[in-house]
């Protein structure tokens, strides 16, 4: 009697992981079919390779030095009148970059995947933040853009789909922020597309930023990361304090036309102010052509002389280079002097 009712309990119990509720089975078919295609892991931490761009990623961009941008009139305005000392102020000291400062920045990166409990699809991935990026989170489980009238924010709203083995993101709702640190913005109309693809322990991340406001055509730039397990990505909170006493209401800013340094960049490489300031005609390989014709570099090198990242001293004309190759030794066995010469 007692083996009866334990084998009436053991098919009762069968059936009913059998018979799942059919909205249930709905939504575990649409998790499976989400997860397909989608067998690469971008989870792990990523150290950030300065291979390309380092100075404007690493010590920063000069000021005045807007080569290579398509920006306009508007946005060489904003950065014409930036000071970072505006930075120092409390009220600014944690405004975050934007999420496009994911390939413009210094930072290291930790990618997370959150997971659907019941299949086990890629419900989000989420990039932590650090110092000044704020976190991002993109979201796989295609749930559709908030309205535009929702709040904008650093991190903005990002969905992702698979193409292939490249997982592409578009993002928007961005708060206005900077590009380059010294001063170039984007608007709050910008939108973002990313393109991760995965080589092994390579991580290649393309974004293509659009905006109608401040940018003549889409600005493009890539960022390499390493998967380093020695890297150590955590939360660094910001806690404004004063650091330098002002007047109430007292911004830093240039008034237009008085900022001293923008000709210290084009003067540092005998670049045409023209090239200097940027714009969609100077970002062409037709534009350089034009300028090498004419163009005379400098005599010699007064910053960043070393290439890389090997300046031990940077934007110093008297740096001093560091070189990890060890030092000569002399051989084991020296070669014997020649004879003293008979006279």
Known sequence: MQITRTFAAAAFTLASLVSVPAFAQGQVAEAQARLQGTGIDLSGTWANRLHEDWIERAPGPHIGDYTGLPINDEARAVADAYQVSMQNMPERQCILYTSQYIVLGPQNLRIQQELDPISGAVLAFQLSGTVDRPPHTIWMDGRPAPSANAPHTAGGFSTGRWEGRMLTVTTTHLKTGLVWRNGVPHSDQATMVEHYIRHENMLTVTMI????I???EPFIRSATFELDANTRVIPEPCEPQVEIPRSPGEVPHYLPGANPYLTEFPKLYNLPDEAARGGAKTTYPEYGKALRSTYKAPDKCT???CGG??????NNSQAVCRTDDPPATPPANPPAAPPARQE
Do not use: K, N
Not at 209 to 212: A, G, I, V
Not at 309 to 314: E, I, S
């Open 209 to 212: 930023l659009t905006d109608p």
């Open 303 to 305: 910053v960043y002389c």
């Open 214 to 216: 401040y940018w003549e």
């Open 309 to 314: 990242t090997t300046l031990a001293m940077m």
